[in-house]
Antibody, heavy 119, light 111 residues
Framework: QITLKESGPTLVKPTQTLTLTCTFS??????????VGWIRQPPGKALEWLAL???????RYSPSLKSRLTITKDTSKNQVVLTMTNMDPVDTATYYC???????????WGQGTLVTVSS | QSVLTQPPSASGTPGQRVTISCSGS????????VNWYQQLPGTAPKLLIY???QRPSGVPDRFSGSKSGTSASLAISGLQSEDEADYYC????????????FGTGTKVTVL
C-alpha cells in the first residue's frame, strides 16, 4: 500500500525559505520509472505542478518557479524534500506530494499541508 | 500558468450525463496523453482517468475520457450526488524542457 505524507512549517515569513518533506512508504525511489512530485493549491484556486524527481535523479521544475525550487531525494529514508526560496504571501497554499508511476501520472497523493506566508 | 483551459462549472441532475472539456495545444494535449483528477471537497485530488481513457482500479465505468487533437473530454454518465467535485485535466507539455500542467478546473454541481 502506497502512502505519502507531507511535513513542514505551517507558517513562514515573507522572504524566508520553505522546506517541505514528503515521507513515503509502499514503494522505493530506486525502482525504475518511479518518481515523486510536488503540487500546490492556493485556497479556492486550481492545482499547480511544482517539481518532480525520478528514480534516476532526473529532476523537472515548473518553468515559472524554477529559479526558486530545489527538489532532492533520500532513498534510504524514503523521503523527498522540496525547498522554495523567497516566499511571498501569494505562495500561501496547500502543498501536496504525490507518487508518479511509470505512466508518468500522479496516482497516489498525500493529504497535503497548508502553508501560510505572513509576517 | 495553466495552459489547459476548462469551463469553470458544469451541472446536471442525478442520472444525467455531464461532459467537461479541456483545451490545450500541440505541445501538451496534442503530443501527450491526458489525465483527469477528481477532488472532492476538502480532500486531496484523486486520479480518475489516465492515458486519455484508462480508469484506475476502483473508478466506476460511468467515468470516461477521450482525446481528439489538442482537446480532451471527461464524461460522467448517470451522474450521482457523490460526483459533486472539482475536476482537473492534466498533461505533460513538451516545451521548456518538459513540464506538467493542470487545467483550470471545473466545478461539477449535482442539482
Amino acid at each position: 500500500q502506497i502512502t505519502l505524507k507531507e511535513s513542514g512549517p505551517t507558517l513562514v515569513k515573507p522572504t524566508q525559505t520553505l522546506t517541505l518533506t514528503c515521507t513515503f512508504s509502499g514503494f522505493s525511489l530506486s525502482t525504475s520509472g518511479v518518481g515523486v512530485g510536488w503540487i500546490r493549491q492556493p485556497p479556492g484556486k486550481a492545482l499547480e505542478w511544482l517539481a518532480l524527481i525520478y528514480w534516476d535523479d532526473d529532476k523537472r521544475y515548473s518553468p515559472s518557479l524554477k529559479s526558486r525550487l530545489t527538489i532532492t531525494k533520500d532513498t534510504s529514508k524514503n523521503q523527498v524534500v522540496l525547498t522554495m526560496t523567497n516566499m511571498d504571501p501569494v505562495d500561501t497554499a496547500t502543498y501536496y506530494c504525490a507518487h508518479v508511476d511509470t505512466a508518468m501520472v500522479f496516482d497516489y497523493w498525500g493529504q497535503g499541508t497548508l502553508v501560510t506566508v505572513s509576517s | 500558468q495553466s495552459v489547459l483551459t476548462q469551463p469553470p462549472s458544469a451541472s446536471g441532475t442525478p442520472g444525467q450525463r455531464v461532459t467537461i472539456s479541456c483545451s490545450g495545444s500541440s505541445s501538451n494535449i496534442g503530443s501527450n496523453t491526458v489525465n483527469w483528477y477528481q477532488q472532492l471537497p476538502g480532500t486531496a485530488p484523486k486520479l480518475l482517468i489516465y492515458s486519455n481513457n484508462q480508469r484506475p482500479s476502483g473508478v466506476p465505468d460511468r467515468f470516461s475520457g477521450s482525446k481528439s487533437g489538442t482537446s480532451a473530454s471527461l464524461a460522467i454518465s448517470g451522474l450521482q450526488s457523490e460526483d459533486e467535485a472539482d475536476y482537473y485535466c492534466a498533461a505533460w507539455d513538451d516545451s521548456l524542457n518538459a513540464f506538467y500542467v493542470f487545467g483550470t478546473g471545473t466545478k461539477v454541481t449535482v442539482l
